[in-house]
């Protein structure tokens, strides 16, 4: 089965350890989350377009993310930049309950109906700026960003809950590092897990807003 042989030798053979991870993309049907024209290609190791400029990420790409954010089952996660749903569905097979937010209508709309159709229910979907995350529902115990900003937006790092993790791109706009941020007892502690390349995050503390770098 291809899902199988995606979480064999993309994710298990290439240090993705975490057992409740790699379960999760064992349950989740990534074909379900590309465009029919790409269904073919739904369990290749790289990002396919989606529409609206935007990407699902590669399969390796989603799991060291989501590994990276240490999820137990129980906590409250904000991701900015829903995109397909994909990532979200694998975050809400780790997570309590998922907040997403996402700047395209068109794709938050076919993001749900899909999370609708597979019977994802602890998961809440937005359309708006990410890059300022959502106060309303914070702190957050992970924060996930799927596209690449200048620098940590700040705001972010501010709505994490003691010992939060916020797992972001940060870079140019042609390479990034994927970051890892952790916040214990108001200290912030930051490193990189690897490097990447992602889509820029627009928004007010994304490319071009009033608070990039």
Same mark, same amino acid.
């Given at each position: 089965?291809?899902?199988?042989?995606?979480?064999?030798?993309?994710?298990?053979?290439?240090?993705?350890?975490?057992?409740?991870?790699?379960?999760?993309?064992?349950?989740?049907?990534?074909?379900?989350?590309?465009?029919?024209?790409?269904?073919?290609?739904?369990?290749?190791?790289?990002?396919?377009?989606?529409?609206?400029?935007?990407?699902? &990420? @590669?399969? %390796?790409?989603? /799991?060291?993310?989501?590994? #990276?954010?240490?999820? *137990?089952?129980?906590?409250?996660?904000?991701?900015?930049?829903?995109?397909?749903?994909?990532?979200?569905?694998?975050?809400?097979?780790?997570?309590?309950?998922?907040?997403?937010?996402?700047?395209?209508?068109?794709?938050?709309?076919?993001?749900?109906?899909?999370?609708?159709?597979?019977?994802?229910?602890?998961?809440?979907?937005?359309?708006?700026?990410? &890059? @300022?995350? %959502?106060?309303? /529902?914070?702190?957050?115990? #992970?924060?996930?960003? *799927?596209?690449?900003?200048?620098?940590?937006?700040?705001?972010?790092?501010?709505?994490?809950?003691?010992?939060?993790?916020?797992?972001?791109?940060?870079?140019?706009?042609?390479?990034?590092?994927?970051?890892?941020?952790?916040?214990?007892?108001?200290?912030?502690?930051?490193?990189?897990?690897?490097?990447?390349?992602?889509?820029?995050?627009?928004?007010?503390?994304?490319?071009?807003?009033?608070?990039?770098?």
């Amino acid at each position: 089965m291809q899902r199988d042989m995606m979480v064999e030798w993309q994710l298990r053979r290439r240090e993705v350890r975490d057992p409740r991870v790699l379960e999760a993309f064992l349950e989740v049907p990534r074909h379900e989350f590309v465009l029919p024209e790409h269904i073919a290609e739904a369990y290749e190791d790289h990002p396919l377009p989606i529409g609206e400029g935007q990407t699902i &990420s @590669q399969p %390796y790409m989603v /799991a060291v993310m989501t590994e #990276a954010l240490q999820l *137990t089952g129980r906590e409250t996660v904000l991701e900015v930049g829903t995109g397909s749903g994909y990532q979200t569905a694998i975050l809400a097979r780790l997570a309590g309950h998922v907040y997403t937010i996402e700047r395209h209508g068109s794709l938050s709309v076919r993001a749900q109906e899909r999370l609708k159709h597979l019977g994802v229910a602890n998961v809440t979907c937005f359309i708006g700026d990410g &890059s @300022q995350g %959502y106060p309303e /529902a914070a702190p957050f115990d #992970a924060i996930l960003v *799927t596209a690449a900003a200048p620098s940590v937006p700040h705001i972010l790092v501010h709505q994490l809950a003691d010992n939060g993790r916020l797992v972001i791109p940060v870079g140019d706009m042609d390479s990034q590092e994927l970051v890892q941020v952790w916040k214990h007892a108001g200290a912030v502690v930051q490193r990189t897990i690897n490097y990447c390349r992602f889509v820029p995050l627009t928004g007010k503390y994304g490319w071009g807003g009033t608070h990039s770098a």
